[in-house]
């Protein structure tokens, strides 16, 4: 007997973000080593993304910065910006102290897509305190890169933020999907694309409402006529019925009358009555003896 034993193994995906690498401005090189992004939010009108960039291991000594940076990443620029703390021993003739700084650096990079290079600006601001002192130090940098490569950063949460539902545009006549996977040689961490089926919903709209127009009208149409001829033909059998005398009284039309009380028929010659007049006056006959009547 053969036993077959069937193994399967789970493939992971890994989705990265598309970074300009900077790397070869004089303050800091290497500057996005061992960090993971965060995806923070997507501005699809403007195709911006905004992520957090963190160390990826706990061994803090091999990452660019212990601190979380920000970045955000549109068609032409790419805009990073970090803030750390510093603590400096320091020897001020035989007392050793402690200098306190706070440092923010960015960096803001513009790039033409159509020559592929970019123009890089870094900017380095420190404040330190020692024994209520404060100073300031800035520091300012440009280099312009003349072939420009981009950085893969590991994306770790927020991937959802690059991906449009496609339930929620399903109460759409025109539905968009946005796909993430970010591409090496992109500086825009997803590409949108749109998909339109059919026509917009005000055209399929107008379009019923055309149809259904003469439908209703027509239909009212024969309720109409249905009517009429309804009527007439129940008006002539009545009429028939009334001649035949097959009508019961309760159909016939009731004649209204004024009521009267005490009524007595007359009994006897009925008198008729004609006006009084003093001179009866009579047509003049021009023979009067010639008299002839009616036979």
């Known amino acids: 007997m053969t036993t077959t034993i069937t193994r399967t193994v789970a493939t992971t995906t ?14 800091n090189d290497g500057i996005f080593v061992d960090q993971a992004a965060s995806i923070v939010s997507v501005d699809r009108s403007r195709n911006e993304t905004t992520a957090i960039l963190n160390c990826m291991t706990d061994d803090l000594d091999i990452c660019s ?18 803030t750390d703390t510093t603590t400096t021993p320091v020897t ?11 440092w923010t650096e960015w960096i803001n990079c513009e790039i033409t897509s159509s020559a592929q290079t970019a123009r890089c600006v870094t900017s380095f601001e420190e404040w ?22 981009y950085l893969d950063i590991p994306i770790t949460a927020g991937l959802e933020n690059l991906i449009v539902s496609a339930t929620s545009t399903a109460a759409s006549t025109v539905s968009s999907t946005s796909t993430a ?33 003469p439908v209703i009208g027509g239909l009212a149409g024969c309720v109409l006529i249905a009517a009429a ?11 028939a019925d009334i001649a035949q005398g097959t009508e019961s009284p309760s159909d016939i039309p009731y004649k209204a009358e004024l009521p009267a009380d005490n009524v007595t028929a007359a009994t006897g010659p009925v008198v008729r009555a004609e006006l009084p007049s003093p ?11 010639r008299v002839s009547e009616l036979a």
């Open 14 to 27: 890994t989705a990265y973000l598309s970074l300009l690498d900077t790397d070869g401005v004089p303050i």
């Open 65 to 82: 910065f212990t601190l979380p940076g920000t970045v955000l990443i549109g068609p032409s620029t790419v805009v990073f910006s970090v």
């Open 92 to 102: 001020v003739g035989t007392e050793p102290v402690l200098i306190y700084g706070v």
């Open 128 to 149: 330190e305190s020692y024994s209520g002192d404060t100073s300031l130090y800035t520091t300012v940098a440009s280099r312009n890169l003349s072939a420009i490569t």
């Open 181 to 213: 996977a970010p591409m090496a040689t992109s500086t825009a961490t997803g590409t949108a694309s749109s998909s339109t089926s059919g026509q917009p919903q005000s055209s399929r709209t107008s379009s019923k409402a055309w149809i259904a127009g």
């Open 229 to 239: 001829v309804y009527w007439w033909m129940r008006r002539n059998r009545q009429a």
């Open 279 to 289: 001179d009866v006056d009579e047509l003049l006959v021009r023979d009067p003896q």
